[in-house]
């Protein structure tokens, strides 16, 4: 069993599990998505494993991809599922990212099972969702030439397949929003190694009923999420943010008491203005308060930083080193000017614990950050509100959507396309996305006009332009991808 004066590592690296963390796509914020760099590197920053998806060529290749299509991760154009090995092997899948990542190929199956032992030396955990229909046969062909080295889940949110995989001798990992009652029985009565919970998570009640699989989670990311998925009875879960995930899971470790993340920041909120300047209109001008507290049951050195993901900043504020006294909380303002043109990649303050030599303990250092996030906001009632759409490059013209609210629905409607062919309404609405036409009806949640915080929400068009798929945002968490920032808040007109 791990123990504090084992040592944790830079970052917590060498705290084991449970719970495993596993990197989803990889390391996608350092190298290009379920490439060879970007499993590589997430094995050297000391996850356990990964989870990746899974889809088939034409010629019937296993390959490393989350899209249907090839636009977003590579120079190459259609579906994936109509290009022949031999042509996809062409494409370069790493050149978007970065120069230095130019020429990355896609990733087979078969290679990404092949992958050298982690830093604690053994084999990294597999999570490998099935991406389409019909591939269960050939990814169990595939697992079984690697042996029972392998520690691998099979993933679904497909009834019909997990039951086929688990036939075919395949650990079965079930994909749901929020499982509950129904998930555990059909968990149970199939046998399925595992269920892993999406955005909503689990009920805190469902850790105290009696599960018969793995509890997993998925697309962990938030710091305060993190901190609950380290501190709940999960098996493991993935993440975007291994670093982040890595320094919380020691967290958890050194500081079994601590009720709740000891990092937070208040968020900024957006106004986009008429004219748009070099930075873009996802800028903000305002002040994050700072809190931190010491969640250790000893003295420890704090240092403050801050650090730019996207877009330019001038940030003013920074205070000076501190010591806390165990359980001691500290407050600051960081005042911030600055953005960029897309939603997302908000700043971070980031705070370093350095501890001396104690009882049970070597003198170590641990970082933290917290996300200053930058949100929009919308009142919405039963008159039709107009929003605008961010541009995200400097020549972007003009584009809208129409929202409004009857009864307990919410409307979405097109308005001005701002030049794309082709375009479709996508909205998310309290942690699920949706996609329509020319317009959306959404049902609102049924407290929504109870919820004094609003809910969240964000809205956009997506559509073509020389053949490109393209979005026009009104604010982050949309495409549900890494970078996207968050979503805005939604909140109800007193009075409809």
């Known amino acids: 069993m791990f123990k504090p004066q084992d040592g944790i590592g830079p970052r917590g690296a060498w705290v084991p599990g449970p719970p495993w963390i596993v990197g989803h796509r990889g390391a996608p914020r350092n190298a290009p998505e379920n490439t060879r760099s970007s499993l590589t590197l997430a094995t050297k920053l000391g996850l356990d494993g990964f989870h990746y998806e899974v889809r088939q060529t034409v010629s019937g290749e296993l390959v490393l991809h989350a899209d249907p299509t090839l636009e977003r991760t590579s120079d190459a154009t259609g579906r994936l599922a109509t290009k022949t090995w031999v042509e996809l092997s062409a494409a370069d899948f790493g050149g978007w990212f970065g120069r230095e990542f130019q020429g990355e190929r896609l990733m087979l199956l078969d290679e990404a099972l092949a992958l050298a032992s982690n830093r604690a030396n053994e084999r990294p955990l597999h999570v490998i969702e099935l991406a389409e229909p019909g591939l269960v046969d050939d990814v169990a062909r595939a697992v079984a030439k690697h042996g029972e080295r392998l520690s691998i889940r099979v993933a679904s949110a497909s009834r019909d397949v997990c039951r ?42 469902e850790f105290a009923r009696d599960w018969s699989c793995e509890r997993w989670a998925v697309g962990v990311d938030r710091p305060d999420a993190l901190f609950r998925a380290c501190r709940a009875p999960l098996f493991g879960f993935s993440t975007t943010e291994p670093e982040r995930a890595l320094a919380v899971r020691a967290l958890a470790l050194l500081a079994p008491h601590a009720a709740r993340y000891p990092l937070t920041a208040t968020p900024l909120f957006v106004e986009p ?17 700072i809190s931190v507290e010491n969640p250790f049951g000893f003295r420890a050195a704090v240092a403050f930083g801050f650090a730019v993901r996207r877009g330019a900043f001038e940030c003013r504020g920074v205070p000076a080193p501190r010591v806390l006294e165990p359980g001691e909380r500290t407050e600051f303002e960081l005042d911030l000017t600055g953005g960029a043109f897309p939603p997302g990649g908000d700043p971070l303050c980031v705070a370093r614990f350095d501890w001396s030599q104690g009882p049970g303990r070597p003198s170590e250092t641990l970082l933290l950050d917290v996300p200053i996030e930058r949100r929009r906001r919308i009142v919405v009632g039963e008159l039709a509100e107009r929003i605008f759409l961010l541009p995200e490059g400097a020549d972007d013209p003009p584009a809208s959507l129409n929202v409004r609210r009857k009864g307990p629905f919410l409307l979405l409607a097109l308005e001005n396309p701002g030049g794309l062919s082709d375009p479709h309404v996508v909205a998310h609405v309290d942690g699920a996305t949706f996609f329509g036409g020319q317009g959306l009806k959404l049902r609102l949640p049924s407290d929504f006009s109870a919820r004094v915080d609003g809910v969240e929400f964000s809205a956009a068009i997506v559509g073509r332009r020389a053949g490109r798929a393209v979005w026009r945002r009104w604010a982050g968490g949309l495409p549900s991808e890494l970078e996207a920032g968050v979503p805005g808040v939604l909140l109800p007109r007193a009075g409809g």
């Open 164 to 205: 086929a995989a688990q036939t075919l001798g395949l650990s079965a990992l079930l994909l749901a929003d929020r499982p509950g009652d129904p998930e555990r029985r059909f968990a149970r009565d199939e046998r399925l190694a595992a269920c892993a919970a999406g955005s909503h998570g689990f009920a805190p009640e």
């Open 273 to 289: 203005k008429a004219s748009v300047g070099p930075e873009g209109a996802w800028r903000v001008d305002g002040v994050s308060r």
